[in-house]
């Protein structure tokens, strides 16, 4: 399988992680299109809503997808992957909820933040050795997200803008949607998440997924947090 590039995701598990699988129509972690369950009231159809979602599966990026570096080897940063796992301890937030920050629909996570924000940061800077440097047209395209100039720093720095201070965890449920339409898609998901939501919300795993060919993202590999 060719792969082009990698990235560190927490990816649900359980009864969330299907239901994202069958919200998106991605199963990331089997690689496969599940049947889709029927949502009802919706403002647009839900292909159209998750297509910018749907390569990735539903996932929380901690390192952003990143091309290996010429000088490094996937079997390499499959075992940096397991050994980093294993130096780190599990890390508890609160409760996940609907949030329409930046324009799209997640599931973001309650205070107390900061031992999640700690493990974002350390993956951040742990797999920075893998990636290639980017490229003046990926940075190009980057900043015309308008960029504050703190982002400007951070992109040039790891790759990507939203890291350390600007890192704001979230499960991503949709593509771009106005405040109306994020009402209506909160609405009709409630009676199907609201039941999985109700516990703190605990990392005790992460996975190193990969790109493939055709644009879409599997996992390569999980492990557990050991420490």
């Given at each position: 399988?060719?792969?082009?590039?990698?990235?560190?995701?927490?990816?649900?598990?359980?009864?969330?992680?299907?239901?994202?699988?069958?919200?998106?129509?991605?199963?990331?972690?089997?690689?496969?299109?599940?049947?889709?369950?029927?949502?009802?009231?919706?403002?647009?159809?839900?292909?159209?809503?998750?297509?910018?979602?749907?390569?990735?599966?539903?996932?929380?990026?901690?390192?952003?997808?990143?091309?290996?570096?010429?000088?490094?080897?996937?079997?390499?940063?499959?075992?940096?992957?397991?050994?980093?796992?294993?130096?780190?301890?599990?890390?508890?937030?609160?409760?996940?909820?609907?949030?329409?920050?930046?324009?799209?629909?997640?599931?973001?996570?309650?205070?107390?933040?900061?031992?999640?924000?700690?493990?974002?940061?350390?993956?951040?800077?742990?797999?920075?050795?893998?990636?290639?440097?980017?490229?003046?047209?990926?940075?190009?395209?980057?900043?015309?997200?308008?960029?504050?100039?703190?982002q400007d720093h951070l992109l040039q720095r790891w790759g990507y803008p939203?890291?350390?201070d600007e890192f704001r965890f979230h499960i991503t449920l949709t593509g771009?949607?106005d405040d109306s339409e994020a009402e209506q898609i909160i609405n009709a998901?409630?009676?199907?998440?609201?039941?999985?939501?109700?516990?703190?919300?605990?990392?005790?795993?992460?996975?190193?997924?990969?790109?493939?060919?055709?644009?879409?993202?599997?996992?390569?590999?999980?492990?557990?947090?050991?420490?």
């Amino acid at each position: 399988m060719s792969l082009c590039r990698y990235a560190i995701y927490f990816v649900p598990g359980g009864a969330v992680g299907a239901f994202g699988a069958k919200w998106l129509g991605w199963d990331v972690g089997a690689a496969t299109q599940p049947d889709r369950m029927v949502i009802e009231g919706l403002p647009r159809p839900r292909e159209i809503l998750t297509k910018a979602a749907r390569k990735y599966g539903l996932h929380a990026t901690l390192k952003a997808p990143f091309a290996l570096a010429e000088d490094r080897q996937e079997a390499d940063l499959v075992s940096s992957f397991k050994s980093f796992c294993k130096a780190q301890k599990p890390v508890c937030a609160g409760q996940l909820k609907f949030s329409h920050g930046g324009g799209f629909l997640s599931l973001r996570p309650s205070p107390p933040l900061h031992g999640l924000n700690q493990l974002a940061q350390q993956c951040v800077i742990s797999f920075d050795p893998f990636r290639k440097a980017a490229t003046t047209k990926e940075l190009e395209r980057r900043r015309k997200a308008n960029l504050t100039p703190a982002q400007d720093h951070l992109l040039q720095r790891w790759g990507y803008p939203y890291v350390m201070d600007e890192f704001r965890f979230h499960i991503t449920l949709t593509g771009r949607v106005d405040d109306s339409e994020a009402e209506q898609i909160i609405n009709a998901l409630k009676p199907a998440l609201d039941p999985l939501l109700s516990d703190p919300f605990i990392i005790n795993e992460l996975a190193l997924a990969a790109e493939r060919a055709d644009g879409q993202f599997c996992i390569l590999e999980r492990a557990n947090l050991l420490a």
